[in-house]
């Protein structure tokens, strides 16, 4: 950039926009080509001569084609090739002379990722999209694959709207002397892979509800810092039930061992029975039941050692954050004595 181009104003990356990038690298994976590409495929034939192709370029206003002899595809021809037939002036030579006969295809079933992979990888403006047998069935450019997937973001916007909508009237579509909504998930011991999938799901769950994302973000901290305990430190994973109601949130995880022999020795920040092998994998720090704590405004925790161990959670919403219906007036206020705040 010379120093006389004014610089672009410099832009704090939001968790918005983290969301979109991240469903925008999930929807590459996810779209296949045919969803993208350009059925519309305007071809040339190896006969035709270059000057038909400029003008066919021009009022089109395309800067590449496919060549077919016959049914059969052959080669392409770009706006490179142009310049070296008007290099040459050679405008009544045939498309077969200056053609690129090197061909990179791509299948319809393809997912868009591979695309930009080979876009990225050869530099090539467009990719005719073939079938099983090789025709000629579209083509596909990276601005294909920009309006795709600007269609395929909108449509998952409008999707997530309408389940927020759905959601949020949940609670007040129900007559009831209390509701509750009960979520369950079942925790593998080890499982890694699937690390912070059952909080991410209660987090989405909350915000479509109705949650703030304050409750939604503290929430998701509590229970990640739970999920990950039962991956780490249990015998046989565990389970995570989220009961969600208008206006309190109550989260019990249970398993079956191997316990906890100290309790106020595990509450104590740092503390960690994690194996070597686990802190390798960067976990283990000794800071998830303290995480936990400083997110929700109950606790309760209750281990036998040797045969497993319960936490109980709870966040009160202010009326405010109240889910469809306004705040009880007495409902369910024989809590546990509280251990934080």
């Known amino acids: 950039m010379d120093e006389g181009t004014p610089r672009p104003l410099?832009?704090?990356v939001t968790d918005r926009d983290a969301e979109s990038i991240t469903r925008v690298e999930e929807l590459a994976y996810d779209l296949r080509i045919a969803e993208v590409m350009s059925r519309d495929a305007k071809f040339v034939v190896t006969d035709m001569k270059m000057g038909d192709v400029l003008e066919l370029f021009r009022q089109l206003r395309i800067s590449g084609s496919p060549v077919l002899d016959g049914d059969k595809l052959v080669g392409i021809v770009s706006m490179e090739d142009l310049i070296r037939c008007l290099r040459d002036d050679e405008l009544d030579a045939p498309v077969s002379k200056y053609m690129t006969t090197t061909l990179i295809t791509v299948r319809s079933t393809d997912s868009v990722i591979e695309a930009l992979k080979l876009f990225v990888n050869t530099r090539v403006g467009r990719l005719p999209v073939v079938a099983e047998d090789g025709k000629l069935i579209g083509i596909l450019t990276k601005g294909d694959i920009t309006r795709g997937l600007l269609r395929a973001l909108q449509q998952d916007y409008q999707t997530e709207e309408i389940r927020k909508y759905r959601a949020s009237h949940l609670f007040e579509d129900i007559e009831s002397d209390r509701t509750s909504l009960i979520l369950r998930y079942n925790i593998k011991q080890g499982d890694f892979t699937r690390g912070g999938t059952a909080s991410s799901h209660i987090k989405r769950a909350l915000v479509r509800l109705g949650?703030?994302?304050?409750?939604?973000?503290?929430?998701?901290i509590a229970i990640y810092e739970a999920e990950m305990n039962l991956i780490i430190h249990t015998?046989?994973?565990?389970?995570i039930r989220v009961e969600?109601?208008?206006?309190?949130?109550?989260?019990?995880?249970?398993?079956?061992?191997?316990?906890?022999k100290d309790i106020d020795e595990a509450m104590r920040p740092g503390y960690s029975t994690a194996t070597e092998a686990i802190r390798e994998l960067g976990f283990g720090a000794g800071m998830g039941l303290v995480n936990i704590s400083r997110c929700v405004d109950q606790m309760k925790l209750e281990s036998v050692f040797g045969q497993g161990t319960r936490l109980r959670m709870r966040m009160f919403l202010k009326p405010e954050d109240t889910f469809g219906e306004g705040p009880t007036s007495g409902k369910d206020t024989a809590h546990e004595p509280a251990t934080n705040h």
């Open 10 to 12: 410099e832009r704090v």
């Open 244 to 260: 969600i109601e208008p206006h309190q949130i109550t989260i019990d995880v249970t398993d079956t061992g191997p316990g906890i």
């Open 211 to 220: 949650a703030s994302p304050l409750i939604a973000r503290r929430c998701g």
């Open 235 to 239: 015998t046989n994973g565990g389970v």
